[in-house]
């Protein structure tokens, strides 16, 4: 089972025209970048993508990203042994070995850790596999297959998350997540027993600097995504970058394609947590099969697949089951 939008829905379906589309952006400056299509038109870039990722996961000097590949919406598929896939909105390998997944999440799941531990896991083993063909593992002798058999290249899975993130602390924006030891954990001078696997989790909710008291790159690139859909004048950093990335989601500059993309998956983001907020405080508190039939001709309408309607009613259900089984 999958449970990225992109599976779920796909913005190119429905039958929005242009004119209603330019509409809907009248007056803003910039498509929002939390939502799926223009965060990925935001850094569709080499440069704008190095300088993305030095600033969030605080890379400067000889330790910073020279140059990478990338891939938007990279696919994974397993056999484990039945089949398993996964996309990543943005899959990284940079020239000096690290492999990079980056995610923007705008609809909260309820199992949200779990997912980001499939994500993690699935970003690992690609990257094994990889490393492998890089050094021509199978063609190696025995006595060096010993030896690289189990080394791992470095690999990192941001997550950004357009909600609160249950377990980062009052007024934390950003935070590491790595492999610990239990008995080190809270003494002075804890770190993890290995570098080379690592979650940075943003929570956009609680980033909330000030245009004027922008000092990083990190702090850059957040404000654009959290404020750049809502602004109707031109955000300027001095950065070529981020100027370059800037452009690609101008409301007046990008093309009809990927306003039209944009303004279905907006839709579709608004009745999804419109649906499950009143499923909550209406429909699942009462009992009541209305609010679910009234949601499912809302999606039908909007275009999405009656067997992902299905999928989302099933997921729907399982929710009011455990709220109830909690009470």
Request: with cysteine.
């Amino acid at each position: 089972m999958t449970t990225d939008e992109e599976f779920v829905f796909d913005p190119k379906n429905v039958k929005n025209d242009i004119e209603s589309v330019r509409k809907k952006f009248e007056g803003l400056m910039y498509l929002d970048p939390r939502c799926d299509p223009a965060f990925k038109a935001l850094l569709d870039s080499e440069d704008s993508l190095v300088n993305f990722l030095n600033g969030i996961m605080h890379l400067e000097g000889d330790d910073a990203i020279q140059s990478l590949t990338y891939k938007i919406q990279q696919e994974e598929n397993f056999r484990l042994p039945d089949p398993y896939g996964v996309k990543f909105d943005i899959g990284a390998h940079t020239k000096a070995g690290k492999r990079i997944d980056i995610e923007m999440q705008q609809l909260k799941l309820k199992e949200y850790i779990p997912r980001m531990m499939i994500y993690n896991a699935v970003l690992l083993l690609r990257a094994k596999s990889d490393y492998n063909k890089e050094i021509g593992f199978n063609n190696l002798p025995d006595t060096n297959k010993e030896k690289y058999r189990y080394m791992l290249p470095e690999i990192y899975s941001i997550w950004i998350m357009d909600y609160p993130v249950g377990f980062m602390g009052e007024g934390v924006y950003r935070d590491e997540v790595a492999l610990y030891n239990k008995s080190n954990v809270g003494t002075a001078g804890c770190i993890p027993i290995s570098t080379k696997n690592k979650y940075i989790i943003i929570d956009l909710t609680k980033f909330d600097k000030k245009y004027e008291l922008l000092e990083s790159d990190e702090d850059r690139w957040l404000y654009i995504l959290k404020n750049a859909g809502t602004s109707r004048s031109s955000l300027k950093f001095g950065n070529p970058a981020i100027e370059e990335a800037l452009k690609r989601i101008e409301c007046g500059n990008v093309s009809e394609e990927l306003l039209i993309r944009q303004a279905n998956m907006t839709d579709y983001i608004n009745v999804c947590r419109a649906a499950v907020a009143e499923s909550y405080d209406d429909g699942y508190e009462k009992g009541s099969t209305q609010t679910l039939a009234d949601t499912e001709t809302v999606l039908r309408d909007l275009g999405i697949a009656q067997d992902k309607i299905a999928e989302m009613q099933v997921r729907l259900e399982t929710l009011r089951q455990s709220r109830l089984a909690q009470k």
